[in-house]
């Protein structure tokens, strides 16, 4: 069985190692060859790279995703989407989702990868819903993580509520490198025996194991694998696609990707990188993440965090005060927006000396339930704290919220030349308004 790739240099690979600060002007030399590598697609958009545009880059997100598809003839480009958040860090309402992917796909997207931070189906049920209006295909996708109450039921389950509500195919994320050789094999092999889906795996190699759990998870019948070429890979990256086509070369799952091409576009990139050294993370992999289960980038933010209020040496308290939180908060998995969310709380529980004093909006949010389900039971006496007399709500958060498009629309027409200017201003109003001014008005 031929195994496919998905290249992630372009989105994943450069967020982790260069801090999403690449520029279209250094991606679209070496579009037509990226092109005709023999792709499964290449990932290209999302996450980060939306805020970073106009931000850091003074750039359009949208300009960019149109110029790069203006070069791809034969390759899918992809974007990770989180669900009913979509770039942002908090729900919008089912207008605005639906608008975003529908421009989405329209400007180019073939791919949508739709996650929740909290495994919520409910949260992702009208994203791939959308997707799948507007033509797209829905990949349904699962976060990994380990705690007590995530084991391969938890994942299975998931993957059969995915499948129900219809996505095109499942992705595994495993944001943090935590997923070891042969629990992925055990995983993966479950996963397609109990759905009828496509399984993609992504994972970073933050602890150094990545490659070694692809292979794994090759032998037990994934499809496709997330990987980046060589020049940003490893570390708190994917591992580096030469190495995985070299590894199966000559097996019954040999990419039949041309070794030779990927090399030659990597040394393009190798001499992009310089220009990005200012912002170049660490290629090293840290397998003390394996039991503190922290994410690279989350540790970065907590590094900025302390130093900022000039308590770097509470650093080891917060380390310790972080799996604390997690577990009296229910589990979450560590990924965008939940990740900061318990390493903010985690900080204010060591800088303010008593435990749930200083609580912020976020994880009040949280326990209320207005980013989802939590995947266990918040303690009741956190939980009390936090909300007081306060009812937590159990319906999909964004059932309570009411249209803002379209009223938006109308608020800022004045200095706006399309729709995906409203969508750019919803999501990231402080940095979209000054560009948007400074390009189009």
């Not at 194991?209 to 997330?226: F, N, Q, S």
């Not at 994880?363 to 909300?387: C, F, Q, S």
Request: net charge negative; proline share 4%.
């Amino acid at each position: 069985m031929k195994v496919k790739i998905t290249e992630t240099i372009l989105r994943d690979a450069q967020q982790s190692l260069l801090a999403t600060r690449m520029k279209t002007v250094d991606m679209l030399p070496v579009m037509e060859r990226l092109d005709g590598v023999g792709y499964h697609s290449l990932e290209m958009w999302g996450g980060a790279t939306f805020d970073s545009c106009l931000r850091y880059l003074d750039e359009d997100p949208w300009v960019r995703l149109r110029k790069i598809k203006l070069r791809t003839k034969e390759t899918r480009l992809q974007m990770l989407l989180r669900g009913q958040n979509i770039l942002g860090y908090r729900h919008y309402p089912d207008d605005v989702l639906e608008k975003f992917i529908e421009k989405a796909v329209a400007n180019g997207i073939d791919i949508i990868r739709i996650f929740d931070a909290l495994n919520d189906v409910r949260n992702m049920q009208k994203a791939i819903e959308f997707t799948k209006k507007y033509g797209g295909h829905a990949q349904g996708t699962i976060v990994y993580t380990t705690s007590p109450i995530h084991n391969i039921d938890h994942y299975v389950d998931t993957a059969r509520k995915l499948e129900e509500i219809g996505v095109d195919s499942l992705c595994l994320k495993d944001m943090a490198g935590l997923l070891t050789p042969y629990r992925s094999h055990r995983l993966i092999k479950k996963l397609k025996e109990e759905t009828g889906l496509t399984v993609q795996l992504h994972s970073h190699n933050t602890t150094g194991l990545a490659a070694m759990t692809y292979i794994k998870a090759i032998e037990a019948g994934v499809d496709i694998i997330d990987t980046a070429i060589s020049a940003l890979a490893s570390g708190s990256s994917q591992p580096a696609t030469e190495a995985l086509v070299a590894a199966l070369i000559d097996s019954e799952f040999d990419t039949e990707i041309e070794l030779n091409e990927v090399v030659d576009i990597s040394n393009y990139f190798r001499k992009v990188r310089e220009k990005y050294s200012d912002f170049q993370g660490s290629f090293a992999s840290d397998p003390r993440v394996i039991t503190s289960q922290i994410p690279g980038g989350m540790l970065s933010n907590l590094h900025s965090q302390l130093k900022e209020q000039g308590m770097f040496d509470r650093y080891d308290e917060v380390l310790a005060e972080i799996p604390r939180v997690r577990k009296e908060l229910g589990y979450p998995p560590l990924v965008t927006p939940t990740s900061q969310i318990i390493g903010t709380q985690a900080v204010f529980n060591i800088i303010k000396g008593e435990r749930y004093s200083l609580i912020s909006k976020e994880t009040r949010d949280y326990v209320k339930g207005m980013y989802g389900r939590p995947p266990g039971e918040v303690e009741p006496e956190i939980k009390e704290k936090i909300l007081g007399e306060e009812e937590s709500v159990d319906c999909r958060p964004a059932d309570l919220l009411e249209p803002i498009y379209e009223k938006t629309l109308a608020e800022i027409k004045d200095f706006i030349t399309k729709e995906e200017d409203v969508l750019s201003y919803i999501l990231f109003p402080e940095v979209a308004e000054p560009f948007l001014k400074k390009h189009y008005s």
